[in-house]
């Protein structure tokens, strides 16, 4: 069974930066494809950047260029970097991982970019 814990989220002001960290425990890590959704109050969860067994990745263009997705597979763990956030960017950030008809899902880290 596997098991998700992100961590690394809390307040930040507008221009400032986060790292997220995920851990992933159980078996099949470096072999997953891994992502990062976030969840803004009363909207649904969107995709904001996933990452291939191998290292490639995607990333929303609402966040392209200030976000960016990375994986160590010593570490099993998935990380997401935050840059130049936004007001907009508030919600919470939840680690996935991608099967093939199903989602494992971490229980969420809030962010929350004010002034």
């Known amino acids: 069974q596997v098991r998700l814990v992100e961590s690394g989220g809390g307040l930040v002001q507008p221009g400032g930066s986060l790292r997220l960290s995920c851990t992933f425990s159980?078996?099949?890590?470096?072999?997953?494809?891994m992502a990062w959704y976030r969840q803004a109050p009363g909207k649904q969860r969107d995709l904001v950047a996933d990452?291939?067994?191998?290292?490639?990745?995607n990333t929303a263009d609402s966040v392209k260029g200030r976000f960016t997705i990375s994986r160590d597979n010593a570490k099993n763990t998935v990380y997401l970097q935050m840059n130049s956030l936004k007001p907009e960017d508030t919600g919470v950030y939840y680690c996935a991982r991608l099967r093939a008809f199903s989602i494992d899902w971490g229980q969420g880290t809030q962010v929350t970019v004010s002034s």
């Open positions: 159980g078996s099949g890590f470096s072999i997953s494809r």
């Open positions: 990452i291939s067994s191998t290292g490639n990745t």
